[in-house]
Each structure stands twice: as C-alpha cells, then as structure tokens.
C-alpha cells in the first residue's frame, strides 16, 4: 500500500514530461518522414531509379533522429538528456559519412553514369556536427558545474 503512494505522484510528475516526448516525437516523425515522403514520391514519377534509395535512408534517419528527440525530452534536466544529445552528435555524423557513400556517390540512369564528387559537403555537414558536439560537450560541462555549485554552501556575509 505504501508503494502505490509513492508511485502515484512520480506518476503524475512523469505524465506530462511523456505527453510532451510523444507530441514531440510525432510532430519529428511528420515533418522528417511524410513531408519529405510526399516530395520524393512527386519527384520519383520523373525519375524512379534515382530516388528508389532515398526511402530507406530517409526512413533510418527519422528512427534516429525521433529516437533522440523521445530519449532527450524524457530524460531531460538530468545528465542523461547531455549523453544523448551527443551520442546523437556521433551517431549522425557516422550516418552522413555512410548516407554519402563517403562522398563520392555514383547514380546508374539508364545507359549513363553519374559520378558526383560530394567531398565538400560531407566535410561542411561534418564541420557542422562537430560543432553540434562540442555545443553538447559544453552544455554537459555547464550541467555538471551548476549541480556542483547547487552542492557548495554559500558563505555568508561578514559584518566589519
């Protein structure tokens, strides 16, 4: 009996930080995932093999990403919310270097190839993930710093 007093006010303490991760998380999945859905399925009546890939991509990138945004929202105020803003950082990066095939990607339309050198650009979204990784560095620094200064004692003033 005890136990269930305790768990009722964790529960309502928890139930709008979930409501919040779950609006969260479909409003990431509709943006990240129909819009672009609808916009390759318009593009892909021109030209079927180039965007044939780009579903599967697109739909390992919205796991990830709502993943993290879920994972973030609940946990946040806590270190953990930092632990996987930059495992997001890492993870993202990894995906852009696997999603560009490194840079240098090859398209077969028809009788021709296509080679496109994207070096550039994976370099640019990587210097930009970078940046989003040391932006999650610090804010973990600044977490850590603030809970141990909310542990020192104050000093109190002294009266000459």
Known sequence: MAENANIQPLFKKLLPRIAKAIIKGALWFVLLYFVPLFIVSTLSQFAPEIFSSFTQILSVYVVIIVFFVVASELTSGTIFQHVFNIGKALILMAFI???????????????????????????ILLAMDLLGLAKSLLQTIN????????KLQSPSPREY
Do not use: T, W
């Open 97 to 123: 270097v696997f999603a560009l095939e490194g840079g240098i990607m090859s398209i077969d339309f028809e009788n021709i190839r296509i080679l496109a050198d994207l070096r550039i650009y994976l370099i």
């Open 143 to 150: 977490f850590l710093s603030e809970k141990a200064e909310s």
